[in-house]
C-alpha cells in the first residue's frame, strides 16, 4: 500500500492574483503558507481487474473511461496507467470547499500516489505543474496555481506567476523567530458556511479575460499589497502585516458581490473589537475561514468561540505532498 499526504494552506498576500486570466498579461504574485491539516491519498492494487475509487461516494468501474471523478480519472491517464487494477481512497482532516485549497491539495496527493505506485521518480515541480495542467488544462477550472505549488513545495512561500507560464518559487526570506511569532498568532475559525469557489473564480476570470477595468485594478491593488506582505515579514514587522490583511480583506470585498454576507462581516467586526489586529477570509469568499492575527489570543478565542465559531489550530508545514507509506 502507498499513502501520500498534501497539506491544505492558508494565503497570506496576493491571493487571485494567480490565476491565468490575470498573470498572463499583468504577472502575478502570492505569498502562501502550507500548514499541518492533509489531504491523504491510498493507492493499493485492487485484487480483481478494477478501479474502485472512494471518496464522498464510491465508484467500482471496469475501465479508467468509467470514471466519474474527474481529477481521479485524467490523473490515471496522464500518469499512464494502461490497464489499473487498483483501489484509490481519499480523506482529509478539513472538508472540501471551505477555503484552504482542498482541490490542489488532493490532486498533488494523487499523483505522487500514482508516481510512487509506478515507480516513478518525480520532483515537487513537476508534481505542481501536472496537478495545473490536469485542473486548468485538462479540466478548464477556472482556478490559479497557488494551491497546487504551495502544496506540492509546502513551507511559508513566495510564488511569482510569470506571463510564459513559469512560475518562480523562493522561500519566504523572514528568520525563525518571526515565523514562530505569525505561526503562533495566526488564528483560524469556521464559519459553517462551506461553497465551492468556481463560481467566484469564474466571475473573477471572466472579467479579467474581458479587460474590465475595476478587476484589473483590484487585482493589481491585491498583488501589490501580497508584495508589501512579504517586505513587512521579512522586516519582522508583524504589525504591519496585520494592518495589511484588512486592507487586503477591504479589496478582496469589492472583488465580487458573493465574497462576504452580512453575518462574515459582523464576525469580523467582532473579532476587530476583541484583540484581532488583521483579518481576511481565505480562499476565494463566500464563506469558509476566517483568520485573523492577534497578539491577545486569548481574549479573540472566548469571543468567536462563544459567537458560534470553530477554532481550528495549526502549525506551518514545511515538507509538502510526500509519501508516508510506502
Not at 82 to 98: F, K, L, Q, W
Not at 99 to 107: D, E, M
Request: hydrophobic letters at 40%.
Amino acid at each position: 500500500m502507498i499513502m501520500t499526504r498534501s497539506p491544505l494552506r492558508i494565503s497570506l498576500g496576493g491571493g487571485g492574483t494567480d490565476l491565468p486570466s490575470y498573470y498572463q498579461e499583468h504577472t502575478g504574485f502570492v505569498l502562501s503558507a502550507a500548514i499541518n491539516k492533509y489531504v491523504y491519498i491510498t493507492v493499493h492494487d485492487a485484487f480483481q481487474p478494477e478501479i474502485i475509487v472512494k471518496y464522498s461516494s464510491m465508484e467500482r468501474v471496469a475501465s479508467v473511461d468509467q470514471i466519474k471523478h474527474p481529477i481521479v480519472r485524467e490523473a490515471i491517464r496522464l500518469v499512464g496507467i494502461r490497464h489499473p487494477a487498483i483501489e484509490i481512497i481519499s480523506i482529509a482532516d478539513i472538508p472540501a470547499g471551505t477555503g484552504l485549497g482542498s482541490s490542489g491539495s488532493f490532486t498533488t496527493a494523487l499523483l505522487r500516489a500514482l508516481h510512487a505506485h509506478e515507480k516513478h521518480l518525480v520532483q515537487a515541480r513537476d508534481i505542481a505543474e501536472q496537478a495545473c495542467h490536469v485542473e486548468l488544462d485538462l479540466l478548464h477550472e477556472p482556478i490559479g496555481k497557488q494551491d497546487q505549488f504551495i502544496a506540492a513545495f509546502g513551507g511559508v512561500t513566495c510564488f511569482d506567476f510569470v506571463p510564459d507560464g513559469t512560475v518562480n518559487v523562493s522561500p519566504l526570506k523572514a528568520d525563525r523567530e518571526t515565523l514562530n511569532v505569525l505561526e503562533e498568532d495566526l488564528l483560524l475559525f469556521f464559519t459553517g458556511f462551506s461553497r465551492s469557489a468556481s463560481n467566484i473564480l469564474k466571475d473573477q476570470d471572466t472579467r479579467s479575460r474581458a479587460a474590465d477595468k475595476s478587476m484589473i485594478e483590484n487585482l493589481h491593488v491585491i498583488k501589490d499589497l501580497g508584495l508589501q506582505s512579504r517586505e513587512a515579514l521579512e522586516k519582522g514587522d508583524l504589525r504591519t502585516f496585520a494592518e495589511l490583511m484588512n486592507v487586503h480583506w477591504d479589496h478582496k470585498r469589492k472583488r465580487s458581490q458573493g465574497m462576504s454576507n452580512p453575518q462574515i462581516d459582523a464576525w469580523y467586526e467582532l473579532a476587530r473589537r476583541n484583540g484581532a489586529l488583521g483579518g481576511k477570509l481565505i480562499g476565494a469568499g463566500g464563506g469558509g475561514f476566517l483568520m485573523f492575527y492577534a497578539e491577545e489570543k486569548a481574549r479573540l478565542r472566548k469571543t468567536l468561540t462563544a459567537a458560534g465559531l470553530t477554532e481550528v489550530r495549526f502549525d506551518f508545514d514545511f515538507e509538502g505532498t510526500k509519501v508516508v507509506i510506502a
